[in-house]
């Protein structure tokens, strides 16, 4: 007799157990798989085996959603206020600019000037 002979109830009748009456097999559920079809491409064939052309791809045109007034009127004052802010923030840029420029002029002309002094006395 193989081990592949012995059945659950001889199992069970070895060990000194018979089996439950109650006892149902539990029956194991797989999840259902479903794959995710691959993206074919077809080129059509030439003679020439060594030589394949591929099709591009067909552009679609977005879909072009009409606004309510009322946001139309929204896009526009945010628009211009953006373009405020752009500016301002460009004028600030300029200022720091123009004051670093200023204090790197200065002080090289104050450390010149201790050079000078430095060797002259």
């Known amino acids: 007799m193989s081990i592949l002979d012995v059945t659950e109830e001889q199992i069970f009748h070895t060990l000194g157990k018979g089996r439950d009456p109650n006892f149902k097999q539990i029956e194991k559920i797989r999840p259902t798989f479903t794959p995710t079809p691959k993206k074919t491409y077809s080129a059509p064939v030439k003679k020439d085996m060594y030589t394949h052309s591929v099709q591009a791809p067909v552009a679609v045109e977005p879909t072009k959603y009409v606004h309510s007034p009322e946001v139309e009127e929204s896009i526009n004052?945010?628009?211009?206020?953006l373009s405020d802010l752009k500016i301002s923030i460009?004028?600030?840029?300029?200022?720091?600019?123009?004051?670093?420029?200023?204090f790197?002029?200065?002080?090289?002309?104050?450390v010149g000037l201790l050079g000078f002094f430095i060797i002259y006395y």
């Open 90 to 102: 460009s004028g600030i840029q300029s200022m720091i600019k123009l004051y670093l420029s200023v």
């Open 104 to 110: 790197a002029l200065t002080l090289v002309i104050f």
């Open 77 to 81: 004052k945010l628009t211009n206020e």
